[in-house]
């Protein structure tokens, strides 16, 4: 959860097509831009250096740069997302991280499919959920991929209906997450220390910590006050457009 860099992209006009589960309603571009533009000053507030994309109109989901890649100290892999609209995204990214990162490899199997928004890395191994993005071929081909850098992988289940692993889950410190308790009902987090969301909040569950804050989205009171409770350091960032895309704090940047 220390990181000296990260990777954000402006939304584009485009955010109106984003991908959705439930349509409650279209995202607004200029309220869009505010959170993001927030979200972008509070991680640059820890000290990192954020390189920020312009927007891209051909894709528009490309706001959510989690999905496009997994960053690690040794170097970046390239993912291959599993929705069709987001595939050419990866693309996009790749030249990015060629030029920040001496090594990046890519997921390349025609039948493997994989979104960093299923991926936790932890300090001592990475959890990956299988889930209507990411399937069987996209974990194994990971495997192999970071295998000679040491890391362990472990596959965990997405809980049906939601979209990414993550959207449920996100690391607080080196042996502490924050989970719906559904998700951690699944046992995935044993060995960890778990805060849960407070009931009826499961959507503040996606926050990420990056240096010394705790970025979530805002709008839930009881989570929030768990968290400082808890000694973090917690800065909410309006959500609400990202959230109508299924989107969240992990989601808008890529970190390393
Ligand atoms: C999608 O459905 O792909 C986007 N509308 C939201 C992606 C959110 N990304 C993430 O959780 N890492």
Redesign the pocket.
């Known amino acids: 959860f220390r990181f000296t860099h990260a990777i954000s992209r402006r939304p584009s006009a485009s955010i109106t097509d984003?991908?959705?589960a439930v349509d409650v309603g279209t995202p607004d571009l200029s309220l869009f831009e505010r959170h993001h533009a927030d979200y972008v000053a509070a991680l640059r507030e820890t000290g990192a250096e954020v390189v920020l994309l312009d927007p891209l109109e051909a894709y528009p989901?490309a706001v959510?740069v989690?999905?496009t890649a997994l960053c690690l100290p040794e170097g970046a892999i390239i993912m291959r997302p599993g929705?069709p609209s987001?595939l050419g995204e990866a693309a996009e990214m790749a030249p990015h991280l060629r030029q920040l990162y001496r090594e990046v490899r890519e997921i390349s199997g025609a039948d493997a499919y994989i979104?960093?928004?299923d991926i936790l890395t932890t300090e001592r191994e990475i959890l990956v959920g299988r889930s209507a993005r990411t399937n069987a071929a996209g974990i194994a081909e990971l495997q192999s991929l970071v295998a000679d850098w040491g890391y362990q992988l472990r596959e965990v289940i997405t809980p049906e209906g939601v979209?990414?692993f993550?959207?449920d889950c996100s690391l607080l410190d080196g042996q502490t997450v924050l989970a719906t308790e559904r998700l951690a009902a699944s046992g995935c987090f044993d060995g960890y220390a778990v805060i849960h969301t407070a009931p009826g909040e499961e959507a503040a569950a996606?926050t990420i910590r990056f240096n010394d804050l705790v970025l979530m989205p805002a709008g839930f009171p009881q989570t929030r006050d768990r968290l400082v409770q808890a000694g973090y350091a917690v800065r909410e960032i309006g959500n609400s457009e990202a959230a109508k895309?299924?989107?969240?704090m992990?989601?808008l940047s890529l970190r390393f």
């Open positions: 984003g991908l959705r989901d959510f989690e999905d929705a987001r979104e960093g928004g979209l990414h993550k959207t996606n895309l299924d989107g969240g992990s989601c």
